[in-house]
T-cell receptor, first 110, second 114 residues
């Protein structure tokens, strides 16, 4: 089983819809969970960061971590065409090694 | 602040040629990283430097060498390029080598090896 699994998509949703992006992982030692956004032909940029379980909200974005199920999610409310990008989950534990998911391509249709 | 800058933006090499990818950051970060990104493979760590004067191998170091020239600059060298090294290369930096630290990425170098 791979350490981090993420559906590559593409995921196409209409503008204004709620988007749900997910990753599963196998390493129970992971305690830091991140979402990066990568626009086409650009470098990734950190979007959200959470520590341990629970929810974190920032504007239209909510990051959710369920450590018991080894499952993390990113929700985007009122999606906009400018949200079209690749979203990478990333996680790390005490050894400071960061593992990235392969990314999900998201298209928001106007 | 420019953040993380990379040169060149694009490069085409022939098999066996060598080249150096340059990276610089102006955020006074201690740690710097080189990744490659391939379709279906995600981001894979090639080498990292936790602090000035130290470098360590990442997940896919074979065929590459690095130099942490000073706190600002971290270069990646391909001594004898191979088609398997065709990829997009990203440099990143963070304040410390900790999983919780935000990594700031450069714009990438698109390398094609013929």
């Amino acid at each position: 089983q791979k350490e981090v699994e993420q559906d590559p998509g593409p995921l196409s949703v209409p503008e204004g819809a709620i988007v749900s992006l997910n990753c599963t992982y196998s390493n129970s030692a992971f305690q830091y969970f991140m979402w990066y956004r990568q626009y086409s032909r650009k470098g990734p940029e950190l979007l959200m960061y959470t520590y341990s379980s629970g929810n974190k909200e920032d504007g239209r974005f909510t990051a959710q971590v369920d450590k018991s199920s080894k499952y993390i999610s990113l929700f985007i409310r009122d999606s906009q065409p400018s949200d079209s990008a690749t979203y990478l989950c990333a996680m790390s534990g005490r050894d400071d090694k960061i593992i990235f998911g392969k990314g999900t391509r998201l298209h928001i249709l106007p | 602040n420019a953040g993380v800058t990379q040169t060149p933006k694009f490069q085409v090499l022939k098999t066996g040629q060598s080249m150096t990818l340059q990276c610089a950051q102006d955020m006074n970060h201690n740690s710097m990283y080189w990744y490659r990104q391939d379709p279906g493979m995600g981001l894979r760590l090639i080498y990292y430097s936790a602090s000035e004067g130290t470098t360590d191998k990442g997940e896919v170091p074979n065929g590459y060498n690095v130099s942490r020239l000073n706190k600002r600059e971290f270069s990646l060298r391909l001594e004898s390029a191979a088609p398997s090294q065709t990829s997009v290369y990203f440099c990143a930096s963070s304040e410390m080598r900790r999983g919780a630290d935000t990594q700031y990425f450069g714009p990438g170098t698109r390398l094609t090896v013929l």
